[in-house]
């Protein structure tokens, strides 16, 4: 790489002593001066989005005359910049903004940038950090070292403007290519757990928030109820009325037992027209009101189609326990289930509760 001109950062200082263009949060530091402010956040003034300027840019650098130069040089682009005079101040900016991208020097006072490559790799809680290492060495060897620490990108000074401009860039598309991956794995982390009918948690993900919520019930004693619900006679609404009849009435039944959600529980759809619901710190009396408080509702909506006019009913099975004995979730599922067979065997449209609790 050719050296750039030294008379270009000098037109750069030049430039800063004249442009004062930007809102500066904080003032400027004078060296020697024991209680000089550490940080200095600036924003663009032309108001960016504030997509942009959550884009944080972290600079640690103990020389004052290279921090100015990378603010110089950033400042017409909309980055928010945070800068540090010590591996030490660096850290506690990092910790407290978790930036994105991180450019630093190699040789601090305290902390050299390896070590804070190092550090960095170990703390970030975000999807990607990406590391610029901006150092006077240009040994092949240390290039080699500070990018087995951890850094993305190495640059000599003196550097070029235009370059840092530009690997900033590459790091900034490589930081938002991580984000974007992570929200689509978050997405279908989310589908992967929901029904797509009706939006409600689907088997998996009951399963799994019924089991450590059992834990906790057990471990603390609170109280655990599990209700298994059925549509009644539904092969019959799909038959008669169609399947965007039945898909209708097992939307209206998701939101009639959401409805009748507090924090503490969970309802979900297990299968075709089967449903379960979780209710924890309550009594089996209030399990009790609150299932017949759905049952009715449902029993006293009436769904108007092309075909005509239905109403539909559901049975329920109820089991689970005070939060006094040892349970299991499958058991308490099964026993639930017999529950609910004693209810279709009954009549349907009623609620039957489980003989014994779980020993
Ligand atoms: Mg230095």
């Known amino acids: 790489m050719s050296r ?26 004078e060296p020697g001066s024991g209680t000089e402010p550490k940080i200095k956040m600036r924003v663009s003034k032309d108001e960016p989005s504030a997509a942009a300027r959550d884009f944080k840019v972290l600079i640690a650098d103990d020389s004052r005359v290279y921090r100015r130069l ?82 993305d990108d190495y640059l000599t000074k003196p550097f070029h403007c235009e370059e840092l401009l530009a690997r900033v860039g590459v790091g900034r598309r490589i930081v938002e290519l991580h984000r974007q991956l992570e929200a689509k794995n978050l997405l279908l982390e989310e589908l992967a757990l929901t029904d797509p009918l009706t939006g409600l948690p689907n088997r998996r993900a009951i399963e799994d928030w019924a089991t450590r919520q059992l834990s906790g019930a057990i471990r603390y004693g609170f109280s655990f109820w599990v209700v298994l619900a059925d549509l009644d006679h539904f092969k019959a609404v799909n038959d008669t009325y169609g399947h965007d009849a039945g898909d209708a009435v097992l939307k209206k039944f998701s939101e009639i037992l959401k409805a009748n959600s507090r924090r503490s529980d969970i309802c979900g759809r297990i299968g075709g027209e089967e449903f379960l619901f979780i209710l924890t710190h309550t009594t089996q009396d209030n399990a009790g009101i609150v299932i017949e408080r759905i049952r009715t509702e449902l029993e006293a909506t009436r769904f108007d189609f092309d075909g005509g006019s239905l109403t539909v009913t559901a049975s329920f099975g109820l089991a689970g326990f005070e939060g006094s004995q040892l349970a299991d979730y499958n058991r308490l599922v099964t026993q639930a289930d017999v529950a609910l067979y004693a209810a279709k065997r009954a009549g349907r449209n009623r609620i039957e509760v489980a003989a014994t609790p779980v020993p």
Not at 9 to 28: C, G
Not at 94 to 114: A, K, Y
Not at 133 to 145: C, F, R
Request: hydrophobic share 35%.
């Open 4 to 29: 750039p001109n030294p008379t270009i950062q000098l037109l750069y200082i030049t430039k800063l002593s004249v442009s004062r263009d930007f809102a500066i949060q904080s003032v400027e530091e």
């Open 70 to 151: 990378v603010e110089d040089t950033l400042s017409e682009k909309q980055y928010t910049l945070l800068f540090a005079k010590s591996g030490r101040e660096a850290i506690d900016l990092f910790s407290e903004h978790q930036p994105p991208l991180v450019i630093t020097d190699w040789m601090m006072p305290d902390l050299s940038g390896i070590e804070l490559c190092e550090h960095i790799r170990k703390q970030s809680r975000q999807p990607y950090t990406y590391l610029i290492i901006l150092t006077g060495n240009t040994d092949k060897d240390k290039l080699v070292t500070g990018l087995a620490a951890g850094a």
